[in-house]
């Protein structure tokens, strides 16, 4: 029998629930039972995928309320929660409308008059998913179906921290016979974790660059695939002739939505000499609108931090950028309130890349601004990091903020907007750097990352080939 692990409750600070991970001889069982399955799977055709999934997407529908109280408690936030359930609802839409283009076995002719390829694609048997608290639901999901549609078995691993959304998601799963013995969700923390990297065929992690880099090592041993997603310090650059209003509402969303607790935060603003006062004078009036959603759910826009561990990563950022003389604005230190860890958006100047707040990963809805002169001189400051995940210009000109997206070393650049890739799944995006490694997750690779491809090479003629043996 595994150890139980007590979960602590974001808005109380209470420890109020409990998992007990399988113990390491029944996961390896559930490994071999569910890659015998899921050669059952790929013989339903992909036809016969999509309707599973959609017959999944019924039920959880059917479950939402259950699903939503569980995340919500997960969490401590209201609107996020909806929003993660709303994109993975219609997640499942898309991937199958998609996945009926892409997946389709296609003979061709070659070079060769008289040789036929038939391309077609054999999937990875079982697909193990490792994901992180900070979007519990959309992160353990966000590989799961892709994976599934292209005919592999799933097991996911979600986070210890957040694990209370997995009993009504599990509960819609055992609703639809055909998914049940190919999808299941376990519990665990992270030896769980690198048990499962040691019985699957394939990994897809979300989380740390540094337990990325263990499941990267684990996986190379066991000579698998492993697709790493893993943290950022997004940059945003916001060039002169950038309208304002809309740069500091576009910011200020990218840089605080769900308490700033994203890959994908705005996390490092650079602004034109020109336009710095006002830039972030608006800011931190815009910054004084928001409210902190305690006492009650809908109090404010910002939810808790939901870790203890980031709540002390942040105050120790800015107690770090304070000491080497930054200026607090608004906001300025995670405090703790009712049991829960509370931080009103931060807007940050005087700051520089000595500092921890601009070259590590802070996960909190902190702005640190700085100010550039040249277009070359702010090239080389948002390149200045470990990192690269995504990015954000602001200009009035398209072409010019291109210019710079094309020298910025990230996946995804949003151009006068920012977070664009927690909203739009289409655009195919490598992680840069210590950011991540393997295909775009994203895109049409989301779903042929999960195929190894395989060739029919076919003679159409009764002939000798003219390179053979004369004889
Ligand atoms: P984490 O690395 O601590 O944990 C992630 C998951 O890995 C958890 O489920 C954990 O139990 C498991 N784990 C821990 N040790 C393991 C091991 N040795 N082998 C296998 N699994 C193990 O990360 P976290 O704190 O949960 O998440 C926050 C991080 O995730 C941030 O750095 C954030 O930027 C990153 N993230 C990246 C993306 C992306 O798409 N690039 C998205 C969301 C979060």
């Known amino acids: 029998m595994s150890k139980p692990i007590e979960i602590r409750n974001p808005r109380t600070g209470k420890y109020d629930y409990v998992i007990i991970p399988p113990p390491e001889k029944l996961l390896v069982q559930q490994c071999h039972r569910l890659r015998r399955a899921q050669k059952s799977w790929f013989d339903l055709g992909l036809d016969g995928r999509i309707d599973t999934l959609l017959e999944w997407k019924d039920a959880i529908n059917s479950m939402r309320d259950k699903l939503m109280e569980a995340l919500v408690i997960d969490t401590g936030r209201l609107s996020v929660s909806k929003l993660e359930i709303d994109s993975f609802v219609t997640s499942i839409d898309r991937w199958c409308r998609l996945s009926s283009r892409l997946l389709q076995d296609k003979e061709k002719g070659t070079s060769i008059s008289f040789i036929n390829v038939q391309q077609t694609a054999v999937p990875y048997g079982l697909v193990g998913v490792i994901s992180p608290w900070n979007f519990p639901l959309l992160l353990s ?31 819609a799963v055992n609703a639809v016979p055909k998914l049940r013995d190919i999808l299941t969700f376990i519990e665990g923390d992270g030896k769980t974790g690198a048990t499962l ?113 980031q709540a002390a990563i942040i105050n120790e950022h800015l107690q770090d950028a304070v000491a080497k003389g930054a200026v607090i604005h608004c906001g300025g230190e995670v405090e703790e309130i009712g049991g829960g860890w509370w931080c009103h958006p931060t807007v940050i100047t005087e700051v520089n890349h000595e500092m921890k707040l601009m070259n590590e990963e802070t996960f909190g809805p902190i702005m640190p601004i700085m100010s550039f002169s040249t277009v070359e001189e702010v090239i080389e400051l948002a390149n200045d990091t ?86």
């Not at 179906?145 to 691993?157: D, F, Q, R």
């Not at 995940?389 to 398209?398: D, I, K, Y």
């Not at 049409?444 to 003219?466: E, G, H, Q, V």
Request: hydrophobic share 45%; with cysteine.
């Open 386 to 471: 470990f990192y690269g995940l995504s990015a954000a210009v602001f200009s009035e000109s398209r072409d010019e903020a291109l210019e710079i997206a094309r020298k910025i070393d990230a996946g995804a650049i949003s151009i006068n907007d920012a977070g664009l890739t927690s909203m739009i799944h289409e655009a195919e995006k490598n992680a840069f750097k210590f950011s991540g490694l393997g295909g775009s997750r994203m895109g049409a690779s989301a779903l042929t990352r999960f195929l190894r491809k395989k060739a029919f090479l076919i003679k159409t003629k009764d002939n000798y080939d003219p390179w053979w043996f004369n004889q």
């Open 141 to 171: 999901t966000i590989d799961t179906i892709p994976a599934l549609l292209a005919g592999c078995a799933v097991i996911v691993k979600p986070s210890e921290i957040t694990p209370r959304f997995m009993a009504p998601l599990m509960n």
């Open 197 to 309: 990297v040691e019985n699957v065929d394939l990994v897809c992690f979300t989380g740390s660059v540094e337990t990325g880099q263990q499941v990267a090592i684990a996986a190379a041993q066991r000579f698998i695939p492993a697709f790493l997603e893993l943290g950022g310090k997004d940059p945003a650059i916001v060039l002169e002739s950038a309208d304002i209003e809309l740069a500091t509402s576009a910011i200020l969303w990218g840089s605080v939505v769900n308490s700033g607790q994203s890959c994908l935060s705005i996390e490092r603003i650079y602004v034109a000499k020109n336009i710095f006062a006002e830039f972030y004078h608006k800011l931190i009036a815009k910054a004084h609108q928001l409210n902190l959603a305690y006492p009650t759910l809908e109090s404010g826009e910002i939810g808790p931090i939901i870790t203890e561990r």
